[in-house]
């Protein structure tokens, strides 16, 4: 009996160790990958950027519309990494 009572603890333990890493990955990792992904994928779409500042940023405008034939009237602003075109 006392072995069925061991091996149900450490499967308890197991769990709540999973859930824990499960919690600290939804709440601290996973934002930061979104945050990531998103702004690689505007900085693809980004146009008319300025000059990098000092920790290598740049301010652009993004067209947050997904029709590339539709004039884009309200632009987002956005800070991109790197040297990108200014066009």
Known sequence: MKDATGELSMT???VVAIAAIGVVFSTLIW???RT???RS????QAFDC???ND???????YCPQ????VVCDDPQPISCPGNRNTH
């Open 36 to 38: 990531n992904i998103m």
């Open 12 to 14: 308890a333990v197991a």
């Open 41 to 44: 994928t505007y900085c693809s």
């Open 66 to 69: 997904t029709d590339e034939s």
């Open 31 to 33: 934002p930061q990958i």
């Open 55 to 61: 920790r290598g940023m740049q301010e652009c405008q």
């Open 50 to 52: 300025g000059a990098p």
